[in-house]
């Protein structure tokens, strides 16, 4: 079973601050990698995705990949209450048909 | 653009009853996916569509659980006789063929009783 690990949370963080969110995966075949956020009571809204090793910069985000050591993060710079949310980790596995393995979330509070 | 569409929103029914939701997809999108979402966890693939066609179904509980896509376009998912363990919220999620951007409809929510 392939899988994805992310730590559930929550993480606290200051308004300003760096928040850092990390991720896992089994599946050594995999080629992209997709970061979601998620309101609570709304539906995955796509903010990140990397196919690469290294840094991938988007505005306040940053995903990073690291595919010998299996993990993805996400940075988000500058964090605002308004980023309170859980953010979902999903792989693509290999294989095709670009079948989506997403992990568990990992939900941030930004306090004011 | 419009954005992927489902109903209904929420439905609550009673255990051994049957339910069914929509989905349209964005248009143009031949790629169309079912996922289960329990509260606390990530989303899980039921089943993915191309077109009117069905490439994955592996973690469809094929006893209880059937959908369709008969003309490529809209989608139905249905749930027969539904069971506690069935409340979840229900995504769709449609895609251009061969992207791995999928975008994801509003959900149904829906509490088994």
């Known amino acids: 079973q392939k899988e994805v690990e992310q730590n559930s949370g929550p993480l606290s963080v200051p308004e300003g601050a760096i928040a850092s969110l990390n991720c896992t995966y089994s599946?050594?075949?995999?080629?992209?990698f997709f970061w979601y956020r998620q309101y609570s009571g709304k539906s995955p809204e796509l903010i990140m995705s990397?196919?690469?090793?290294g840094d991938k910069e988007d505005g306040r985000f940053t995903a990073q990949l690291n595919k010998a050591s299996q993990y993805v993060s996400l940075l988000i710079r500058d964090s605002q209450p308004s980023d309170s949310a859980t953010y979902l980790c999903?792989?693509?596995?290999?294989?095709?048909?670009?079948?989506?393995?997403f992990g568990a979330g990992t939900r941030l509070a930004v306090h004011p | 653009e419009a954005g992927v569409a489902q109903s209904p929103r929420y439905k609550i029914i009673e255990k051994r009853q049957s339910v069914a939701f929509w989905c349209n997809p964005i248009?143009?999108?031949?790629?169309l996916y079912w996922y289960q979402q329990i509260l606390g966890q990530g989303p899980k693939l039921l089943i993915q569509?191309?077109?009117?066609?069905?490439?994955?179904d592996s973690q469809l509980p094929k006893d209880r659980f059937s959908a369709e896509r008969l003309k490529g376009v809209d989608s139905t998912l249905k749930i027969q006789p539904a069971k506690l363990e069935d409340s979840a919220v229900y995504l769709c999620?449609?895609?251009?063929?061969?992207?791995?951007?999928?975008?994801f409809g509003p959900g149904t929510r829906l509490l088994v009783l």
């Open positions: 999620a449609s895609s251009l063929a061969g992207s791995e951007t999928q975008y």
């Open positions: 599946d050594r075949g995999s080629q992209s």
């Open positions: 990397i196919y690469s090793n």
């Open positions: 999903a792989v693509s596995l290999s294989g095709g048909y670009n079948k989506l393995i």
């Open positions: 248009s143009g999108h031949a790629t």
């Open positions: 569509f191309q077109n009117n066609g069905v490439v994955d």
